[in-house]
């Protein structure tokens, strides 16, 4: 799949495509139902489809102290998308010249004349423009002048409401896996590359690969059942703590998953960690014989959790 940059011009085999708008971070549910929509449109008009994102998230831009609070990295984005059948990402990146730009001049300038689409998919709450003036309603009428259709999607609905990110992170925060996993249509994962740690795991029997967080949301801290995909494609079960180990000094976050049956290094790699199953909060214990009972009891809890994976 090809990534775009807005502030490029749109590559000639690829004008006259169909558009899916929004930022689709976690791209759940609702997401998954408006870039299908602009697919099958593409298709049944025989011309590209592609998707876009922003980045940073507008949020990041307007509020860069907020705490960390990302679905997806980019590169998850790009293989969701992929895999839904887009031709392409498009990233509008995000910064003043955006932020500060009235609908109108959005559609005309960036959408229309610079990259040349022919129609625009978004869900029906899509908002745009400074001050977030613009809508769905909007978009079509600015679009119709200028020759481009526009369909907006009706949010997808449970028995909560609305499926949407904020939902997805709500969960997250309170280590509620099965909600994550059933709104995304698949586990909540953390990509990174394996970075040297202390090596304290591999000293009570337990060796861990250490992961920063990054701009990932800090789902509920503690330990979980895990699944892994390491470099080849290869999965793997096992154990996780996300957190800042309180049994060690001085505090550090990270994610740090065991993995059972596998002996081989990972630094340098970059793998995926997905979570399936919270098991406990976070602990301090007062030695490490009473740390490495607790991690067996956890390891065994884990693989019969996850034993029908593999």
């Given amino acids: 799949m090809i990534r775009l940059d807005h502030r490029e011009p ?9 558009l899916a708008l929004g930022n689709f971070d976690g791209f759940h549910q609702g997401h998954q139902m408006v870039v299908g929509e602009a697919v099958r449109w593409a298709r049944a008009e025989g011309r590209p489809a592609v ?7 507008p949020v990041r831009y307007f509020q860069p102290d907020t705490a960390p609070f990302r679905l997806t990295t980019l590169d998850q984005r790009q293989e969701h998308f992929a895999a839904a059948g887009a031709d392409a990402m498009l990233v509008f990146h995000f910064d003043e010249s955006i932020a500060g730009m009235p609908a109108s001049r959005w559609v005309e300038d960036v959408i229309h004349a610079h990259l040349q689409f022919a129609g625009i998919v978004t ?24 020759g481009m259709e526009t369909r907006a999607v009706p949010a997808v609905l449970d028995a909560d409401g609305p499926i949407s990110s ?11 896996c099965a909600t994550a996993r059933r709104l995304l249509t698949r586990p909540f994962a953390i990509r990174a590359t394996v970075q040297h740690g202390d090596k304290l795991g591999r000293t009570i029997g337990y060796p861990t690969a250490n992961l920063d967080l990054g701009t990932y949301l800090r789902p509920r801290y503690g330990i979980y059942a895990v699944t892994g995909l390491l470099p080849g494609g290869r999965q793997v079960i096992g154990a996780a703590n996300l957190g800042v180990r309180p049994t060690f000094d001085p505090p550090k976050e ?13 630094y340098g790699e970059e793998i995926e960690v997905g979570f399936h199953h919270f098991l406990r909060p ?12 607790q991690m067996e009891r956890d390891c065994e809890t884990a693989r019969k959790l996850l034993g029908a994976l593999l």
């Fill in 282 to 293: 976070e602990a301090k214990f007062d030695s490490l014989d009473a740390l490495s009972a």
């Fill in 254 to 266: 990270l994610l740090e998953p065991h993995f059972f049956d596998f002996d081989g290094e990972l």
């Fill in 10 to 18: 749109m590559p000639e085999t690829l004008r006259g495509a169909i």
């Fill in 123 to 146: 869900g029906e709450d899509f908002v745009f423009g400074k001050g977030r003036s613009g809508t769905a309603q909007s978009l079509r009428e600015l679009a119709e002048p200028l």
């Fill in 51 to 57: 998707v876009a994102t922003f980045d940073p998230h």
């Fill in 166 to 176: 904020s939902r997805i992170r709500e969960a997250l925060k309170a280590g509620d």
